[in-house]
């Protein structure tokens, strides 16, 4: 007698929210109220939110075998992953104009989230009342607006089992995070000094170049500026 096994299915909303896109930026997934994670970053874009909130569901149901079933409202994340990605890697994570892949980093987390796993996408409309969609992206404004008030972003309780740790941005002032702010000023054996702030003034055009240097390289521009620091 042969035994079967049955497949667990685990269906899940993903979805991305930017603020005047780009600007403050959030990122969620949801399958029910006690079972879903947001995020953000005080700059970002739509699709990096999108693919953001994707990826973070394959790292917090990395832990079980079940199958994925995901609702998603961006035909570029669905058509980034399951159809582009494959060309791209072959020439070096570039598109065929030779131009690089935008939210590199993203796409490469993504690509490397999803090895061995069981997934499938399913395309919904947006914002016509399907009810995980709007879950998903009702959160991830919420986490956008947060960081567009200088606040903590909700994160949600997650899944169970899953690592609790994630990788956002810290909000722009380095406060109400617990993660350190974009320069850290303190001497090494120091108490820190959490009032210490910097503020940085670009004008609009380095600002925007800025802004278009990060899309490209997949990151929020605070992270750009780590980078540099």
């Not at 947006?126 to 969609?133: A, C, M, Q, S, T």
């Given at each position: 007698m042969l035994a079967t096994l049955d497949v667990m299915t685990i269906t899940a909303?993903?979805?991305?929210?930017?603020?005047?896109?780009?600007?403050p930026a959030g990122w969620a997934w949801y399958i029910d109220d006690q079972t879903w994670a947001?995020?953000?970053?005080?700059?970002?874009?739509?699709?990096?939110?999108?693919?953001?909130?994707?990826?973070?569901?394959?790292?917090?149901t990395s832990h079980i075998d079940d199958d994925l079933h995901i609702l998603c409202d961006s035909q570029y994340v669905i058509n980034s992953v399951t159809k582009w990605m494959p060309g791209w890697k072959k020439k070096g994570w570039r598109k065929g104009d030779g131009k690089p892949v935008m939210n590199l980093d993203l796409l490469?987390?993504?690509?490397?989230?999803?090895?061995?796993?069981?997934?499938r996408f399913e395309w919904v409309k947006?914002?016509?009342?399907?009810?995980?969609?709007e879950a998903a992206d009702s959160r991830a404004r919420a986490a956008a607006e947060a960081y567009q008030r200088g606040r903590q972003a909700p994160g949600g309780?997650?899944?169970?089992?899953?690592?609790?740790?994630?990788?956002?941005?810290?909000i722009a002032t380095?406060?109400?995070?617990?993660?350190p702010s974009l320069f850290d000023l303190d001497e090494p054996g120091e108490p820190a000094e959490p009032d210490r702030r910097v503020s940085l003034t670009f004008s609009a055009a380095d600002y925007a170049r800025l802004a278009t240097r990060?899309?490209?390289?997949?990151?929020?521009?605070?992270?750009?500026?780590?980078?540099l620091a």
């Open positions: 909303a993903a979805d991305g929210s930017a603020l005047g896109n780009p600007g947001a995020g953000g970053w005080p700059h970002g874009t739509n699709n990096m939110g999108e693919l953001k909130a994707v990826l973070e569901l394959f790292r917090a490469q987390e993504i690509d490397e989230a999803i090895a061995g796993r069981r997934y947006g914002h016509i009342g399907h009810v995980l969609n309780p997650g899944y169970p089992g899953a690592a609790t740790t994630r990788a956002d941005s810290p380095g406060t109400g995070t617990g993660a990060a899309a490209a390289a997949g990151v929020p521009v605070e992270e750009l500026l780590r980078r």
